[in-house]
DNA sequence: CCCGTCACG
DNA sequence: ACGTACGTGACGGGC
């Protein structure tokens, strides 16, 4: 399968970044946080590293004695679930290291890094895609990884607005996936309530909020629950709800959807018995505590048996899909350059005036890589940068 | 070099 | 009674 070819492809390729735009952020993330670090360091009555963890836990709950929400391995942790509990107790600090946090994530691995790495000769910052690191089929994305630029909230729309067309009329063009391991639950498992949902174009996530009775966001975490290889310890966890009523839920989704439920036991049974799961184009992979005699260790065995058909064919579909598609832009003698691969979108950079022959070619492309039971839903977006495509 | 944390799908 | 959502990579702190 020559993939590689592809990948090598988009490698050289590259993509471009508007360095003033980072710059301007950067300028501002420096005002903003010198004025949270300040702000910060008055409520806990001392001046201190906030980016260590270690002297932040020893502020919060030895100094300013906040409850402690849980541990790590190491002492009492502080991540942003920690700081959204502390938060909503009203604890103001908790609000301002969120902030904190968040911003100098963002400037510190993105805003600031992104400028250097541009290439001298190419004027263009060019990742690794790794074909063999995952277990799963999908690609990885490192030095740098362009596969978790950030995409939510103001700033990760700020930030992805820094991806551009390196040339005058050009323009980025993101095709993504709608819903497709959901897609993939409901070809694999043949549920016959999927699969009419998707045949008849519903909202799925609607469609399960009203099976359940539940809002639309819940449904979504359940849905996302069920490809993951859901527990009611985690459906509680994630909806904030008691891990009986997580229950009921699950209970409530398996009766109407009883294919999914015997998709399910089928594949764990078939992991148990022959060490591996496979793909839909086949690709293995090994199994070896599915049969442990540790329950943790065993039930983590089955999630992984149930979401890696999901996932591993979401990654065998857009392989395919990226194949077919150079082939085509070979073909029809297209201009366009295919940039990025984020699992279930594909970025290019391409003039203007090709922009209506890219979309059919890709969107076919995608749409045809492998014949499911489910229509395939494509969404792309074209604009002056990746925030304007995506 | 590991840990905690957090960015993405 | 147990402990848990799937898959990645990069950063700063601190040993």
């Not at 710059?23 to 009555?45: F, P, R, W, Y």
């Not at 551009?164 to 095709?175: E, G, S």
Request: hydrophobic fraction near 40%; charge should be positive; proline fraction near 4%.
């Amino acid at each position: 399968m020559p993939l590689i070819a592809v990948l090598i492809q988009m490698e050289e390729n590259g993509v471009s970044v508007d360095t003033k735009l980072l710059a301007q952020m950067s300028k501002e993330l420096d005002n903003t946080l010198q004025h949270l670090e300040v702000n910060i360091c008055a409520i806990s009555g001392g001046v201190f590293n906030l980016n260590s963890p270690k002297q932040l836990a020893n502020i919060l709950f030895n100094k300013l004695m906040l409850p402690v929400i849980k541990r790590t391995k190491t002492g009492p942790s502080t991540d942003s679930e920690v700081l959204e509990e502390l938060a909503a107790q009203k604890f103001e600090i908790a609000e301002k290291l969120l902030e904190y946090r968040q911003l100098t994530k963002l400037k510190s691995t993105y805003i600031d890094v992104l400028p250097t790495l541009i290439h001298p000769k190419t004027g263009r910052i060019h990742t690794s895609f790794n074909q063999t690191i995952t277990a799963t089929g999908r690609l990885s994305s490192s030095n740098p990884n362009l596969q978790n630029i950030p995409a939510r909230g103001d700033w990760g729309k700020r930030i992805r607005g820094a991806f551009v067309p390196a040339k005058k009329d050009w323009v980025l063009l993101a095709a993504d996936y709608s819903q497709i391991e959901l897609r993939i639950l409901a070809h694999l498992s043949q549920d016959p309530v999927l699969l009419k949902a998707f045949q008849e174009g519903k909202d799925v996530h609607q469609s399960t909020a009203d099976e359940l009775g539940i809002s639309r966001d819940a449904a979504k975490t359940v849905n996302f629950g069920v490809i993951y290889g859901i527990s009611d310890f985690g459906l509680a966890k994630q909806l904030k709800i008691k891990r009986t009523e997580a229950a009921e839920y699950i209970k409530k989704y398996f009766e109407k959807h009883a294919g999914v439920k015997a998709f399910m036991d089928k594949t764990i049974a078939e992991a148990k018995e022959k060490g591996f799961v496979t793909t839909m184009l086949g690709r293995k992979r090994p199994l070896p505590d599915i049969n442990s005699p540790n329950y943790s260790i065993k039930s983590f065995a089955e999630r992984t048996a149930i979401n890696t058909p999901v996932q591993g064919t979401a990654a065998d579909m857009i392989k395919v899909a990226m194949i077919t598609n150079n082939l085509q832009l070979t073909t029809n003698n297209l201009k366009a350059k295919m940039i990025l691969q984020v699992h279930d979108e594909l970025v290019f950079e391409c003039p203007k005036d090709e922009v209506e022959n890219l979309k059919q070619t890709v969107e076919k492309a995608m749409i045809d890589a492998l014949p499911l039971s489910v229509p395939i839903k494509v969404d792309v977006g074209v604009g002056g940068s990746w925030a304007e495509a995506g």
